[in-house]
């Protein structure tokens, strides 16, 4: 069967893993792309013909998948398999309004099921997606809505990519998040640093602001590995991280009050 995907994740790694497992899968199926931002979705389903089947990550780096297809000059009539972090709970609105989702990280057997699951749905006709679609019409600011509404959905974990291999990073384990000479780094309490491609705009909104406080541009940081802060010029604070991690991060003037009020809830 000769179909075209196309992958929409702003994790870099975790994306080419996608492919990877995808073309182990299928080798016969054609990867047309990764694609890691809204802007540049929209800028390529406008521009191009619609893929058969599109795996799109729900949270961009640069806002929700959904506000996609309220961009694009034509419908979509690719079928869509949703990729989240969310728990099932999140997710089942959408369930029976997709050909699937897959849950991260994602699982090999279970990205077979859902290959297996597209497959039986365009065996006997091509044209059986784009009818489904239209039957089934997504109400995507209605899904929009109700993933922006659901609480306390934070990050879990990240893919880490260590050579020719991979691990699970827990967000539990990151005493904060820096960014030096555009490469953002997590770093964990044993003050090793890890690469990301997440931004830290991106990273802001997906880790609980219970646990983690934008305390400047370059540094987010786990309420667990604070040490002390020191008050500095200008009405700025000097945060001291345990285990010496951090050489000088500063909170501003301006944030110094509301960095006080988070600690103290």
Not at 19 to 27: A, H, K, V, Y
Not at 147 to 160: A, C, D, E, G, H
Not at 229 to 257: C, M, P, V, W
Request: aromatic letters at 10%; one cysteine or more.
């Amino acid at each position: 069967m000769d179909i075209s995907v196309l992958v929409i994740e702003d994790e870099t790694y975790t994306g080419k893993a996608l492919c990877e497992t995808i073309l182990r899968l299928r080798p016969e199926w054609k990867i047309l792309g990764l694609i890691g931002s809204v802007a540049e979705t929209v800028e390529y389903l406008n521009s191009n013909p619609a893929p058969n089947l599109i795996f799109l990550d729900i949270e961009l780096a640069d806002g929700n998948c959904f506000s996609i297809f309220e961009q694009l000059n034509n419908p979509s009539r690719s079928a869509i398999v949703f990729t989240t972090a969310y728990s099932e709970y999140a997710v089942k609105a959408f369930k029976y309004n997709s050909i699937d989702y897959l849950l991260k990280p994602i699982k090999e057997n279970e990205l077979l099921e859902t290959i297996e699951r597209y497959e039986k749905l365009v065996s006997n006709i091509q044209q059986v997606v784009s009818e489904q679609s239209r039957k089934n019409a997504i109400n995507y600011e209605q899904l929009s809505q109700i993933i922006n509404s659901q609480q306390n959905i934070y990050r879990k974990r990240f893919l880490i990519s260590k050579r020719e291999s991979f691990f699970i990073l827990e967000v539990e384990k990151i005493a904060c998040f820096m960014f030096e000479n555009r490469i953002t780094y997590a770093v964990t309490f044993e003050n090793v640093r890890h690469v990301l491609s997440n931004s830290m705009d991106g990273l802001e909104k997906e880790l609980d602001p219970a646990k983690f406080f934008r305390a400047n541009r370059q540094t987010i940081v786990n309420i667990d590995a604070i040490d002390r802060f020191e008050t500095y010029f200008n009405g700025q604070l000097l945060l001291k991280l345990h285990n010496g991690i951090g050489d000088k991060i500063l909170i501003s003037r301006i944030k110094a009050s509301q960095f006080k009020a988070w600690l103290n809830k």
